[in-house]
């Protein structure tokens, strides 16, 4: 279980709007180095990301008015993939996104 301690604290960090937007785009960075080693996480680490997920998304218009003064989610150049790279597009209900959340 390589992964609990990261996963953990971006679940935590994912609504703290204390912080600046250039430390709060972190998470998103976060999110794209899980996204790179998901194949390598035991079951239980792929849950706890999906709770995230789950997270990200609840919170995902108050993630894109914070993290706007930092990033301009109109020109990402990630792929779509990365949703979390594209939170304009996310919360005005123009990309769907599907988790599947794994009992373990």
């Known amino acids: 279980m390589l992964y609990l301690y990261e996963i953990k604290k ?3 960090d994912i609504d703290n ?6 430390e709060t785009i972190e998470i998103l960075h ?3 180095e899980m996204n790179e080693v998901q194949h390598l996480m035991t079951e239980k680490e792929k849950k706890e ?6 997270k990200m998304l609840a919170h995902a218009e108050a993630l894109l008015h914070h993290l706007q ?3 301009d ?9 990365e949703w979390w790279w594209h939170l304009g597009e996310v ?7 599907a988790l599947e959340i794994k009992s373990i």
Do not use: M, Q, W
């Open 49 to 54: 990301l999906e709770k995230c997920d789950c």
């Open 10 to 12: 971006l679940y935590d």
């Open 91 to 97: 919360s005005r209900g123009e990309l769907t996104v």
């Open 73 to 81: 989610f109109a020109d990402t150049k990630r792929p779509v993939e």
């Open 30 to 32: 976060i999110r794209s």
């Open 69 to 71: 003064a930092a990033y």
């Open 17 to 22: 709007f204390k912080v600046s937007p250039l």
